[in-house]
Structures are given as C-alpha cells and as structure tokens.
C-alpha cells in the first residue's frame, strides 16, 4: 500500500500554488469523496460541486441523482467544504446526447463519456467553478497531469486496473492547464481504505457502470424511446440467412450475447459473433469462433484532437481503441496532407472487434496520451 497522501509534491510533478482555490466535481462516489479529502486535508480552500446532467423522462426507479446527491452532501459536511448544485442537462442533451443518437443512427457505437468530458465536466462546469473563484477543477479520475515542455500533460494512472486516461484524451490544452487528478498516483483498493479510515459513507459504495444516463434501465428500452428501431435479417459470412435481429443499433461489433441464433442445421457448437452492420440492406452479418472477419489491421481516425503535439508520421506508438485495452504497438501517417484531425493507423498485431464510432487513444512509450479520435474505418481484415 502507497503512504497517504499529506502533500501532493509527493505524487504529482504539477503542484498547484499552496493558496489556490480548487473546485471538486463531486459525483457521490468514493472516488472523489476521496479526492476532496485528500485537497482538503493538503491545505487547500476546497469547495465541491455536484452537477445533474439529465431530466429523467421516463419510469423513474433507474436513475440514482437523488441518492448520488445526498451521498455528496454527506461527503461535504463530514470534511468541511461547501457544496454547490448545478443543471446541465440542456447543455448535454445539446452537446452530447444528440451526437449519441446521430451516431447509432449512422450505425455506430458511440462513447459518450468521452464527449461529456470535453463538453460539460472541464467546460460547463469548469466555466461554473472559475466563476465561483475556483482556480482549478479536481475529479476522481485515475489520471495524472503533469508537466511536458512547459505544457499540462496528461498521463496514465498508476493503477493500471482503473486508469481513466482514455475518458480524457479529447481535452483541450486550456481544460487540462486547469485540471487536477488527485488519485492518479493511487491504486483503488488504497482509495477505498482512506475512505474507511476517514469515515467516509461511500467508502463501500459499488462504482457506477455504463453510460451516465442510462443507469440500470435496459439499454433497448432506453433507445426505443428516442430512435424508431427496424428489424432485419441476421446473415452469416456466406450470406444464408439465419435469423431476424431487433435493430442495427442494438448490436455491436465482437458481440456475442443477445443474438438469438441457435439450433442451425450443419452449423458447429461455436458460439457465434457480430462480424459487420451492413446499414444500407438492415443487414446483421455474424461469424462463429474466432473467426478472421473479426480482425483488423488497420483504421481510420477523424475528428482527432492533439493536447500536446501530434504523432511523427510513421513512428511508433501505442494505442488503445477502446477503455481497458491492452496497449497495441502501431505506427500512425496522415493520408490527407496538412491535416492531422485525421489519421490512418497500422497495427504491428490485428486488432479484434473495432468498433466505429469508438475512440482511439494515442500514448507514447511513457504513458503520455497524446489525443485521439473517433474511430470511423477498419481496413485489412484478418490476421
């Protein structure tokens, strides 16, 4: 286990000046339970702000504000700092869920919690903070910013199990100039005890899973109610068709429950997979076993966002198409010249199951994430 933390010298090359007033997104979670204790208890003035980002439209019972938000009341009173509640949800049905559903409406499979970082937590509620006197905006990220070439950089966490370095990568460099991450030097499991050790009520608290606005409610009723769904036929490699699927939208690229394929004449016990979205015929295309229609050794990103510089084209880096992948040796080149908002990337090894729509996260060999982008091609299939 790490010491406790008593002075953020001790884990972060970026040291806020010992007077600055520093704002705390807090969700009523332990995470920044934990990252406001931890600012507080180092002697800075700390304030927390808790943010609803969505008008529940529909049956109540899965969305969780009420509780999150007497969780972090809680949090506040027990360490002393004052809270302060604010509505985005207009600026996030504007900013973030209406690309949501243009994306599946394309057949994509979109990360909106990518987006609702750069768009509301360091720009709305950031705008929010400095405006209550805050000088920075701390979350319970497991990230670090720190310092390269005299610019705010943003780096992996060092629990390798939590880094949420990925959520982050399309800040702008004026965002993360204003950003602190007080548990990227930290593990979870040694979050977790200083809650415990401080009586924090969320130190047990379960972490909350999937998209933000969804909460528990299934994800086919939600889209339902915003996207008219149109079945179609599931086909495989061969084109024999071999079932009847809900709607593109539903189903993702390497998704292997929820197909309701079974019982097929002269097919093997191997389970099957989505291979490809043919959205032009409604088509659901599927394969079985670890099929080589699965794999890919090349993509197209746009969009792409840089915090620091953009990739040399031709050298080596690492990336990551999707949150908690493995980090994946590539080389990076720009098929349009003088723009570098969009890139083509070779894999040393194929890629399985990427995804449009999905972002892709550029690190450098020290764990520096350099940006990324909106994954919007897959080339060279098979291994």
């Given at each position: 286990?790490r010491?406790?933390?008593?002075n953020?010298?001790?884990?972060?090359?970026?040291?806020?000046?010992?007077?600055a007033?520093?704002?705390?997104g807090?969700?009523?979670?332990?995470d920044?339970?934990?990252s406001?204790y931890?600012?507080k208890q180092?002697?800075?003035?700390?304030?927390?702000?808790?943010?609803?980002n969505?008008?529940e439209?529909?049956d109540t019972?899965?969305?969780?504000?009420?509780?999150d938000l007497?969780?972090?009341k809680?949090?506040?009173?027990?360490?002393?700092?004052?809270?302060h509640?604010?509505n985005?949800?207009q600026?996030?049905r504007e900013?973030v869920?209406?690309?949501?559903?243009?994306?599946?409406k394309?057949g994509?499979?979109?990360?909106?919690?990518v987006?609702?970082n750069r768009?509301?937590?360091?720009?709305?509620m950031?705008d929010?903070?400095?405006?209550?006197?805050?000088d920075?905006?701390?979350t319970?990220?497991?990230a670090?910013r720190?310092q390269w070439?005299?610019?705010a950089?943003?780096?992996?966490?060092?629990?390798?199990?939590?880094?949420?370095?990925?959520?982050?990568?399309q800040l702008?460099?004026?965002?993360?100039?204003r950003?602190?991450?007080?548990?990227?030097?930290l593990?979870?499991?040694y979050?977790?005890?200083?809650a415990e050790?401080q009586?924090?009520?969320t130190f047990d608290?379960k972490d909350?899973t999937?998209?933000?606005?969804?909460g528990?409610?299934?994800f086919?009723?939600?889209?339902?109610g915003?996207?008219?769904?149109?079945?179609g036929l599931?086909?495989?490699?061969?084109?024999e068709?071999?079932g009847?699927?809900?709607?593109?939208m539903?189903?993702t690229i390497g998704?292997?429950?929820?197909?309701?394929?079974?019982?097929?004449k002269?097919a093997?016990?191997?389970?099957?997979?989505v291979?490809?979205?043919?959205?032009e015929?409604?088509?659901?295309?599927v394969c079985q076993?670890?099929?080589?229609a699965?794999?890919h050794?090349?993509l197209?990103?746009?969009?792409?966002s840089w915090?620091n510089?953009?990739?040399?084209?031709?050298?080596?880096?690492f990336?990551?198409?999707?949150?908690r992948q493995?980090?994946?040796i590539c080389?990076?080149?720009y098929?349009?010249?003088?723009n570098i908002?969009k890139?083509?990337?070779i894999?040393?090894?194929?890629?399985?199951a990427i995804?449009?729509?999905q972002?892709?996260?550029?690190y450098d060999e020290?764990?520096r994430?350099?940006?990324?982008?909106?994954?919007s091609?897959?080339?060279k299939?098979?291994?």
């Open positions: 286990m010491q406790e933390m008593s953020l010298s001790h884990f972060q090359a970026f040291i806020p000046d010992k007077n007033c520093i704002a705390v807090m969700s009523g979670g332990v920044s339970s934990v406001a931890l600012l180092a002697g800075y003035k700390v304030f927390g702000i808790f943010m609803k969505w008008e439209l529909f019972g899965y969305c969780s504000v009420a509780e007497q969780d972090a809680d949090i506040c009173d027990a360490i002393g700092i004052k809270l509640t604010v985005f949800a600026e996030y900013k869920f209406s690309l949501f559903l243009e994306e599946y394309k994509r499979t979109p990360n909106p919690d987006l609702c768009e509301i937590k360091f720009a709305q950031l929010y903070a400095l405006d209550l006197g805050a920075f905006l701390a319970g990220h497991y670090r720190l070439e005299n610019t950089a943003l780096y992996k966490g060092m629990d390798k199990n939590k880094d949420q370095s990925y959520f982050l990568q702008t460099q004026n965002q993360l100039k950003a602190i991450f007080p548990l990227g030097e593990e979870k499991t979050v977790r005890k200083i050790e009586k924090l009520s608290k909350s999937g998209i933000c606005f969804i528990e409610r299934p086919r009723e939600f889209l339902e915003f996207l008219p769904a149109q079945k599931i086909k495989t490699l061969d084109g068709i071999i009847e699927h809900f709607g593109l539903f189903y998704q292997r429950k929820g197909l309701g394929i079974g019982g097929i002269n093997s016990d191997e389970p099957w997979f291979a490809e979205k043919d959205l015929n409604n088509v659901l295309i076993g670890d099929n080589d699965l794999y050794r090349e197209s990103a746009e969009n792409c915090l510089e953009n990739p040399l084209a031709g050298g080596k880096y990336a990551q198409t999707r949150y493995a980090d994946q080389h990076i080149s098929p349009e010249k003088d908002n890139i083509k990337v894999f040393e090894a194929p890629q399985r995804t449009l729509g972002y892709l996260a550029v020290e764990g994430c350099l940006g990324g982008g909106i994954i091609e897959r080339n299939i098979g291994r």
